[in-house]
């Protein structure tokens, strides 16, 4: 059947789709803006499935979305569609507003507009995944991990691109109950996997790693958080679209919680056992000005989902976060990607812009 998945060409949603692709008989259709953070690369790799489409759209335009969805006529749709950078919506945060708000709001009203065109068991039969964040939360202030988020915590976000999320779940919920949209909505921690865009963590100490130049760390260091294999999420996104109940909210997590510098420590000892003649790489640790506004902790618990669906995480993160630093060093280097073009790597697991 036909799954329609906006913003299909990023870091998850591109894995998402390689997932689907192998894991299901589904037609996939991939409605993406094709922004700095498209992963053209698999882009072009999925392209060579017949069961796989691309559109370059904009989740803002209304008539786009509604032409794609009269088209394809999609069983399901996920959104993951968003501006995700933390400091880049610090910098502007009216992108952040533009895609992650008014867009939800014009893909909620396309499909209300949608549903209205089918018949009763279709649109009975019909699900909207909203893929969100753990940072709607806010700041587990607990460093004693004791504290943990679940899907019935308040929303408290912290910065603009979490506060833009927070958004988004609120008129995905709004729109479930006033409208009857059939929708879900998970809220996931921090991903990382290989052909992840640089300007976060775990790819941009690879790459600063790999070529000798500095790794910033913000404030102490001890910002914390829960990290997923992008392979595990995607396989959770499935499972919680094939048995997921419309209305409820599904946590995913992995119960992987790092401190940014032990991870980053991590890291450095994972490339010095890879490249051991640049060995120790743990010397090129840089602390830096901590970034404003940003939360010390995020841990969310995935009990929810896991009774649901019957998904766990299955990568080991030690073994995860090896992998993908082979991925990186097996990468041809990026002929325009210089230090000083390089973002300072946030306290966040993020890097600023």
């Not at 913003?7 to 192998?22: D, S, V, W």
């Not at 915590?153 to 833009?164: E, Q």
Request: glycine share 6%; hydrophobic share 35%.
């Amino acid at each position: 059947m036909p799954i329609l998945i906006t913003g299909g060409a990023g870091f998850i949603g591109t894995a998402l789709c390689r997932h689907l692709l192998e894991h299901s008989d589904d037609e996939i259709i991939v409605l993406d803006k094709l922004t700095y953070a498209a992963n053209t690369k698999a882009v072009a790799e999925l392209s060579r499935n017949p069961r796989y489409t691309l559109v370059q759209a904009d989740i803002c335009n209304f008539g786009k979305v509604d032409r794609v969805l009269r088209r394809y006529n999609p069983s399901a749709v996920l959104n993951l569609a968003a501006e995700s950078h933390v400091d880049r919506s610090i910098e502007n945060a009216a992108d952040f507003v533009e895609t992650n708000i008014k867009g939800t709001m014009v893909l909620l009203e396309a499909i209300r507009k949608f549903l209205a065109s089918l018949n009763s068991s279709e649109a009975e039969s019909f699900r909207f995944l909203h893929v969100s964040t753990d940072e709607v939360f806010g700041d587990l202030a607990d460093l004693s991990g004791n504290s943990i988020f679940k899907e019935d915590t308040p929303y408290n976000p912290s910065s603009p691109y979490a506060a833009s999320k927070a958004a988004s779940d609120h008129l995905v919920r709004a729109w479930c109950r006033t409208y009857r949209i059939p929708s879900i909505i998970t809220n996931c921690t921090n991903n990382y996997g290989p052909e992840q865009y640089p300007e976060k963590l775990i790819p941009l100490v690879c790459k600063h790693a790999r070529n000798g130049w500095t790794l910033p760390v913000y404030g102490d260091g001890h910002q914390t958080r829960d990290w997923i294999h992008v392979s595990d999420h995607a396989r959770a996104l499935q499972m919680v679209l094939k048995s997921g109940r419309p209305g409820q909210t599904y946590a995913i997590g992995a119960r992987n919680e790092v401190c940014n510098l032990d991870l980053v420590r991590l890291i450095c000892r994972t490339f010095d056992k890879l490249v051991p003649e640049r060995a120790p790489h743990e010397h090129l640790i840089r602390f830096v000005t901590d970034r404003p506004g940003h939360d010390r902790r995020y841990a969310v618990d995935p009990q929810k989902v896991e009774v649901a669906t019957g998904w766990k995480p299955e990568v080991d993160f030690k073994e995860g976060i090896e992998n993908t630093i082979r991925w990186y060093l097996n990468q041809k280097p990026e002929a325009n990607y210089l230090p000083h073009q390089i973002p300072a790597l946030s306290a966040s697991g993020r890097a600023t812009a």
